[in-house]
């Protein structure tokens, strides 16, 4: 499996608005769920959303549903997580993965991953 990057994390005010991305160089993943998680210092790392293959269905942890939203364009290679309304308790590293046998909530169920990008939330 290819390694994934993820961009896009910053600092950020309570209440704004970030916008992470998700690019495979060299390979392809339009047969691939996608996922985001998340880790806090100190705490296991968690799941934030999940996109199907095709991009028809998503799914959210409830701590983010509402404020955050997946989405994918397979023509550019490219998985996006907008989160708006952000809050402190946002605040970690956030990593994209990818899986090309599951659609699902738990990390053990993905083999390729990104290096993390950190999203920090002041209140």
């Known amino acids: 499996q290819g390694q994934l990057v993820e961009s896009g994390g910053g600092l950020v005010q309570a209440g704004g608005s970030l916008r992470l991305s998700c690019a495979a160089p060299?390979?392809?993943?339009?047969?691939?769920?996608m996922a985001w998680f998340r880790q806090a210092p100190g705490k296991e790392r968690e799941f934030v959303a999940v996109?199907?293959?095709?991009?028809?269905?998503?799914d959210y942890a409830p701590s983010v549903k509402g404020r955050f939203t997946i989405s994918r364009d397979n023509a550019k290679n490219t998985m996006y997580l907008q989160m708006d309304s952000l809050k402190p308790e946002d605040t970690a590293v956030y990593y994209c993965?990818?899986?090309?046998?599951?659609?699902?909530?738990?990390?053990?169920?993905?083999?390729?991953w990104g290096q993390g990008t950190q999203v920090t939330v002041s209140s």
């Open positions: 060299g390979r392809t993943f339009i047969r691939d769920a």
């Open positions: 993965a990818a899986s090309k046998n599951y659609y699902s909530n738990y990390p053990r169920n993905y083999n390729s």
């Open positions: 996109i199907n293959q095709s991009g028809s269905s998503t």
